[in-house]
């Protein structure tokens, strides 16, 4: 975001008054950590005068050749179809249900831009999550975005989203399937990265879901 020339001092404090978002959203956005929503890339196209496509993709002529208004903007041809999904905390991802949608747009609710490819593959209900603690270090840091799909079924070693029953949050770590147990249930360990801390089991005398398969890693660069 360097390149549309926003101020030398107060970045973040300049983003979240302009754009309405918190000071860590307008943070990693200045870290490159993820990109905005489509509805605030409209907008900033317009502030700074720039092509949406160039925004959004960094291709093409950056400079716009005249300053439409946002709804105007908003169709330009040959712009990516940018996607959102939201950016919920682990006790929202930890009460998902194939059955309905449960994030609703709106009531302050934050939200990242996917590029179209990925947009593509996933399903109306993937979400976003901040990786919280230390137990997948030193692959996943904590403050780390994890673009997740409740709609792809999990293989060994992939990533994934789980919540055992009566925990509040779900958890973040790698799935193992490790068969059936004596009662026909299926048996999974959810694996940390970080050896100092225990591996959990889903079993029949442990019972639990996995909520959704990580299709996209961000990462934080610097600080």
Do not use: C
């Not at 754009?19 to 929503?37: C, E, H, I, N, R």
């Amino acid at each position: 975001m360097d390149d549309l020339g926003l101020p030398t001092r107060g970045r973040q404090a300049y983003l979240k008054n302009r754009y309405g978002v918190s000071q860590p959203t307008a943070k990693d956005w200045l870290d490159d950590k993820f990109m905005p929503g489509r509805d605030k890339l409209v907008k900033m196209a317009a502030d700074f005068g720039v092509q949406l496509e160039w925004l959004i993709t960094g291709d093409g002529k950056k400079k716009s050749s005249d300053h439409r208004g946002v709804a105007d903007m908003d169709g330009v041809p040959g712009a990516p179809d940018m996607r959102e999904v939201p950016l919920v905390s682990f006790v929202e991802a930890g009460v998902w249900s194939d059955s309905n949608d449960p994030y609703p747009r709106g009531q302050g609710m934050e939200a990242i831009g996917i590029d179209p490819e990925l947009a593509a593959h996933l399903s109306r209900v993937a979400f976003a999550l901040k990786v919280q603690g230390a137990s997948m270090e030193p692959e996943f840091s904590a403050g780390d975005v994890i673009i997740v799909d409740p709609n792809i079924q999990p293989r060994p070693g992939d990533f994934v989203v789980a919540k055992l029953d009566g925990e509040e949050k779900a958890t973040f770590k790698r799935y193992r399937d490790r068969g059936t147990d004596q009662d026909g249930t299926r048996v999974i360990e959810l694996v940390p990265s970080n050896p100092d801390y225990p591996t959990l089991r889903i079993d029949s005398s442990n019972p639990g879901k996995i909520i959704a398969t990580m299709v996209e890693h961000r990462r934080r660069r610097r600080f």
